[in-house]
């Protein structure tokens, strides 16, 4: 019996969900909880932490999961790594949805930095407005640098004070134009853009927008996850679903 665990919460993920209902593949879903009202899927579905690498793997063994797709954010470093273990653990074929990262193109002024710490430095000391897009996670990570002015796009209202002193949410769901994004950052005064290397469409115009505007890009690159089978296309994770056992992960 194929039945199939997404470990969702990307746009790639419900389309990988909507493709197992149209199928009728006995498909799960999973999310985080990180998000207050997460867009409801075509297959059962699940909110929540599993409990680290023990209570995923029990989790596979309990619910007769025949097959693991990671389609997790590429920044979900802790998830993927928990994924790849759970699934060596219990024999479950692991393989990843994954979107290519975005490279820079003609017209881009992109600053590569290894992570958030590196990312609140390439600030640099004098103040400046920021579009911090990077969610509401890390947004500690940049406290240490309160002369700066942000502006923050959540998916959610915080539900609690933010750790930086000057700044303004709007909120918002992706995708986004970049027409509206170049609007948002004119109207905000946008001097920098801070952005998690995420790949994909749904959050592409931003790059777009700061192009247009001749305006620089902090990129925050990719975390290294374990070595998996990855692949970009929902077609092929369906043909992998069909043919597990010859292709293996």
Known sequence: MIRPLI???????????????????????????????????????????????????????????????????????????NAAAAAERTGVPLIALERAPWRAGPGDRWHHVADMAGAARAL??????????????HLADFAG????????????????PL??????????????????????????????VVAKNAGGDGARAKLGAARALGLPVVMIDRPALPPRRVTESVAEVLSWLGHGA???V
């Open 7 to 81: 470990l969702g919460g990307t746009q790639d993920a419900g389309r990988l969900a909507r493709a197992l209902a149209e199928a009728g593949i006995d498909g799960r879903y999973s999310y985080a909880g990180r998000t207050q009202a997460p867009v409801a899927q075509p297959l059962p579905t699940r909110i929540g932490g599993f409990g680290g690498v023990e209570g995923l793997a029990d989790y596979l063994r309990r619910e007769g999961i025949s097959h693991l797709i990671d389609a997790t954010h590429p920044f979900a470093a802790g998830m993927s790594a």
């Open 124 to 137: 640099g000391p004098a103040r400046c407005r920021v579009f911090l897009a990077i969610g509401r996670q």
């Open 145 to 160: 640098h309160p002369q700066h002015h942000y502006l923050l796009r959540l998916v959610d209202r915080p539900d609690g």
């Open 163 to 192: 750790p930086l002193p000057d700044a303004v949410v709007v909120l918002g769901r992706g995708p986004f134009t970049a027409d509206d994004d170049r609007a948002l950052m004119i109207a905000h005064g946008i001097d920098i």
């Open 246 to 248: 010859d292709l293996g």
